[in-house]
Every structure is written in structure tokens, then in C-alpha cells.
């Protein structure tokens, strides 16, 4: 199975901050790789596909990079809506596998 | 407007089944494959398999190949999960998700990816 490796496990931020989050792959997954948040009792909500393709209404302020087995998210001008916990998920190979996660929190 | 529908909470006693439904609409649903997800306390994501409405076809991950069941009612456009012989750390909640594809003017695979997704059922074993 393909380990996906997230950093930081938690992070501090205050609104107008710019975050990076980190995830890696313990073998190459080209660019099959999404980003989403998941606020509680909410469903988990697709950010960033293919690694960098914005998913419709999602605001500029995010932005995906990265291929092969580094990646990051990168949230510029946070607002207060933006205070979640991140996941990567990487769909080259099933099982499908997740990151741990990165909670990100005033 | 695309949405999955996910029936209501469960409490159930170890070694029973328990099965979740994800009802589809605003797309056809047999045209794209619906994934599982579950999401224990304190865990991540934990994919569990997807099934392809389609054809019935499934294929789940190996962790619960020997407790898990998809189906699908395309009359009703509704997917299913089953799990038997439920344990304690089956507690969580549980997602169905919709699979996108873009692919190539030549049928290559380009992206894939989940959207949407369920509001997610809490399954919950308790003695």
C-alpha cells in the first residue's frame, strides 16, 4: 500500500496568514493526488485534484503543487472559514490511501 | 444539483451487520463508480472500496474483503455498504463519495477524483 505522509499534524495560523501543507507518498503517484477539508458534521470538501486543478468554486486563495512524491497545499490570505483539518488522498493505486491529516487552528 | 444522501445513524452490538445506503441525484447514476470511506475517532480517512453501479463490479480493499459488501438498486439509484461481524473499532463514520474521472480524447486516465461526497453515517459498537 502507497503511505501518504502529512506535516505538520497541526498548525497555527491567524486570518490573513499564508499556510503550506506538505504531503508525501512513500512511492511516485504522478499527479493522482486530491486535497479536502473536513470541518465537524460536515462531509469532507474536494479542494485541489490532480494535484493542482482548483475545483470549481473553490476561492484562488488555495493552491495545489507538487508531483511523483512531494506535494503541497498552500493557503494564501487565510479567512475564518478556511480553520479545518486538511487531508491529502492519493488515487493512482487502490487502496486508495489517505494522509493523517493537518488540523489547522487559530 | 448533485447530491448524496446517506441514511441515518447506527448503534449496534458487536459481531452484528450493519448496512448504510447512499441514495444518489442529480446525475446518472450508473455512469460513475461510488466509493466507501470511513473515518474512525481520531483516525484519517481509511478507503474501504468502491463499486461500479453500472455493472455490480466491485472491488474492496483487502482489510474487509472478508466483511464487507457493496451493492447497488439502480431503480433507485442507491448505493450500499454492508459490514458483518462488527468490532469495536468499526466505530466511525462512514462516507460514500461519487469518483470523476478526466480522461484523454484517446480514453486515458488523467485525474480522478471524489465529489461528492456523503454527509457521512455514524456507526457506532457497543456492547
Known amino acids: 500500500d502507497i503511505q501518504m505522509t502529512q506535516s505538520p499534524s497541526s498548525l497555527s495560523a491567524s486570518v490573513g496568514d499564508r499556510v503550506t501543507i506538505t504531503c508525501r507518498s512513500s512511492q511516485s503517484i504522478g499527479e493522482y493526488l486530491s486535497w479536502f477539508h473536513l470541518k465537524p458534521g460536515k462531509p469532507p470538501k474536494l479542494l485541489i485534484y490532480g494535484a493542482s486543478t482548483l475545483q470549481s468554486e473553490v476561492p484562488s486563495r488555495f493552491r495545489g503543487g507538487g508531483s511523483g512524491t512531494e506535494f503541497t497545499l498552500t493557503i494564501t490570505n487565510l479567512q475564518p472559514e478556511d480553520f479545518a483539518t486538511y487531508y491529502c488522498q492519493q488515487t493512482n493505486n487502490t487502496p486508495y490511501t489517505f494522509g493523517q491529516g493537518t488540523k489547522l487552528e487559530i | 444539483q448533485v447530491h448524496l444522501v446517506q441514511s441515518g445513524a447506527e448503534v449496534t452490538k458487536p459481531g452484528a451487520s450493519v448496512k448504510v445506503s447512499c441514495k444518489a441525484s442529480?446525475?446518472?447514476?450508473?455512469?460513475?463508480?461510488i466509493h466507501w470511506v470511513r473515518q474512525a475517532p481520531g483516525q484519517g480517512p481509511e478507503w474501504m472500496g468502491w463499486?461500479?453501479?453500472?455493472?455490480?463490479?466491485?472491488n474492496y480493499a483487502h482489510k474487509f474483503q472478508d466483511r464487507v459488501t457493496m451493492t447497488r438498486d439502480t431503480g433507485i439509484s442507491t448505493a450500499y455498504l454492508e459490514l458483518s461481524r462488527l468490532r469495536f473499532d468499526d466505530t466511525a463514520v462512514y462516507y460514500c463519495?461519487?469518483?470523476?474521472?478526466?480522461?484523454?480524447?484517446?480514453?486515458?486516465?488523467?485525474?480522478?477524483?471524489?465529489?461528492?461526497w456523503g454527509q457521512g453515517t455514524l456507526v457506532t459498537v457497543s456492547p
Open positions: 463519495a461519487r469518483e470523476m474521472e478526466l480522461t484523454t480524447f484517446g480514453g486515458d486516465l488523467l485525474y480522478d477524483w471524489f465529489d461528492p
Open positions: 442529480g446525475y446518472t447514476f450508473n455512469e460513475y463508480y
Open positions: 463499486i461500479n453501479p453500472k455493472s455490480g463490479g466491485t
